[in-house]
């Protein structure tokens, strides 16, 4: 009975039609080139219409081990997210400690930070520095469906993070990489993240996505040609369309409100993942330009 109340609830909600992009199904490369401000895939997508639920009027309705992600309240003492220096000094630890608080977990680990933004980057991506490092910098928002690891890569991260951090720790039963994410800019924002019911994110046909961060694009053949090593290379899940994908937003969001959604839980008898994207919000009246930060952490069961 609690599980038809809660579809219902469900089904109730607002919706609206969007354009959500998946890679396409077949055998070909599939790497993700990051460099400063812009960001590049290889392969072929597609835009396929899809149907987005909108969250906030049931807010309270999402699990964490259910849905693959949470809202929940959490405030931050960092009063410019645009100060690097200030979010250096303080917001790791404060995701850290909001992890724990939403999760239970004995320990949490935070493993950078990222701003994003939906304004036009051209000019930040045109000054660049050289030593690029995907990390504590400013880039665009999610342009595909996927989720940041894929097994190899979150198993890696979990036992390289454990060991640095705890050296003399007993170890651990269970581990979570996920991303807590906030937006900073009024609402309603003009491209909000799109996040996908874990439970429905098993149809269709998975691809792993190599990351490269590099100063300048490779051309041409270059973008595919082999890479040594790329099998051990950090490596996201990206996700061909499957019509029973069960989309959800949560429209105006404030600066305290925070999502928090899984990577790779090594915890399968709970949903242990979450795929997301940004989407363009054409319901929204006079949007403002998205911008957001996100952190990535491990959380640890010992």
Partial sequence: MATAAATNIEDEARQVRA????????????????SQGEELNTGTYSDHEVVIRDGMPIRDHFALDTHGFMIAKSESAIADFHDKDEVEAGY?????????????ADKCVARGWMLRTSADLTEHARNKSGNYKHAGGIQPTAGEAHVDTNEATALRMAEM???QAFPDGPGFKRFLVSSFWRTFSPPP?????ALC????????????????????????????APVEGEENMLAATIFSYN????????????RDDALLFKFYDSDHSVTWRCPHSAFIDNSASNPNIRESIECRSVAFWE
């Fill in 161 to 163: 993070t454990y060991r």
């Fill in 197 to 224: 019911d874990g439970r429905t994110s098993f149809g269709g046909q998975e691809k792993n996505n190599t990351l490269l961060i590099v100063d300048e694009f490779p051309t041409g053949d270059a973008l595919t």
């Fill in 92 to 104: 790791e630890r404060e995701v850290e400690r909001e992890v724990l608080r939403l999760t239970g």
């Fill in 19 to 34: 354009s959500m992009r998946y890679v396409d199904e077949g055998d070909f490369v599939t790497r993700r080139y990051v």
């Fill in 189 to 193: 924002q003009d491209i909000p993240l």
């Fill in 243 to 254: 019509p029973e994908h069960r989309w959800w937003y949560f429209k105006n969001m404030q």
